[in-house]
């Protein structure tokens, strides 16, 4: 265990203080060793995936972070079924299984979260189903390693009901064998579409907030409310609404998460007032700070 561990580059906004103590456990005994110890002593834990969605507080984390390492990143085959530990990378399951000619997973290619992330945050691209291909999981917490169900993950729109001390250390995927060939091809229209739409080589975490359910939005998604409120461009301090897809907040620089939390603050404020739509985050905060409430 390493102590005052910085995080910001963890991330992949870049932002962001250090955690008290951070750890890379390699195995689930490992992982579950570290949750016992963090109970016994009430330390709070937090698990960063690939940081992909995580915005960490500037005075850091006072608690245990931890990054699933070793046995816990790797992608298996057996048969159809695509095993992957916790922290393997998402882009790179869902590559390892077009090679395989194993197809289901190809929406993970644009999701740059590890496949634990993308369980506990729900994720999901252009009509691909999680929890359509998700088998099962094992979920380690303090008293060890279980294996659940999709059906009793709570599964809504971009969120679970996995509390921050049980982490997702292996999941397992039902594909089905198609033609590699075919496969890789979708992969790169895949690519090709989200360079389109979103920008790339950005420091960001992807979507700010969700898009939203209330009827006054009239079906329009949370970047374009952001668009239509003025917001695409706009900035504070280092932090600023992209230029390319409203929704997607960048580190232009040497932006702080007070920064982003102003922005995004602001751009709640805009949307509410304009149009009455609560804009909720998507993102995920790790340490002692909250995205300041829409005013009026
Ligand atoms: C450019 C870009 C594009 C994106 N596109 C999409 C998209 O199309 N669809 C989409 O759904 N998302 C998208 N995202 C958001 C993000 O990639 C997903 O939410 C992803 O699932 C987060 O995974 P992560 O491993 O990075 O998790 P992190 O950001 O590290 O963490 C997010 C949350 O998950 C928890 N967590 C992480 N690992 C585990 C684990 N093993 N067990 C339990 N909890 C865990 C963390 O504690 C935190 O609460 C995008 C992000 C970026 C930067």
């Known amino acids: 265990m390493t102590r005052d ?50 915005l960490v507080a500037d005075d850091g984390f006072r608690g245990l972070a931890m990054k699933l390492g070793g046995a816990l990143t790797e992608v298996e085959r057996e048969g159809t079924h695509l095993r992957c530990g916790g922290g393997a990378r998402l882009p790179s399951a869902a590559a390892k299984a077009a090679g395989w000619g194993l197809s289901g997973l190809e929406f993970g290619i644009n999701i740059p979260g590890t496949a ?46 996995l509390g921050p001390a049980e982490v997702v250390s292996r999941a397992s995927f039902a594909l089905t064998a198609g033609d590699p060939d075919e496969i890789r091809a979708t992969l790169a229209s895949m690519r090709g579409r989200r360079r389109e739409a979103q920008p790339s080589g950005i420091k960001t975490f992807g979507s700010t907030f969700k898009n939203p359910a209330d009827e006054r939005a009239e079906g329009r998604s949370a970047g374009q409310l952001l668009e239509a409120a003025g917001c695409r461009g706009l900035g504070h301090g280092g932090a600023r609404f992209s230029e390319k897809h409203a929704n997607f907040v960048e580190n232009a620089g040497q932006a702080t998460t007070a920064d982003v939390l102003a922005l995004m603050a602001e751009g709640r404020r805009r949307v509410k007032e304009r149009f009455g739509v609560e804009l909720e985050p998507e993102v995920q905060i790790l340490g002692d700070v909250e995205v300041p409430g829409a005013v009026g």
Not at 9 to 25: E, Y
Not at 137 to 159: I, K, Q
């Open 116 to 161: 634990g992330g993308a369980v506990r945050m729900n994720a999901n691209a252009y009509g691909g189903q999680l929890a359509a291909v998700l088998e099962w999981v094992e979920v380690t917490t303090a008293a060890g390693t279980e294996r659940r169900d999709p059906g009793s993950l709570g599964f809504v729109y971009r969120n679970s009901n």
């Open 5 to 54: 561990y910085p995080l910001a580059r963890l991330t992949t906004v870049r932002t962001g203080g250090p955690a008290d103590f951070f750890a890379r456990p390699e195995s689930q005994e490992d992982l579950a060793a570290l949750l016992a110890w963090a109970k016994k002593e009430s330390v709070p834990v937090g698990v960063v995936g690939s940081g992909s969605n995580l």
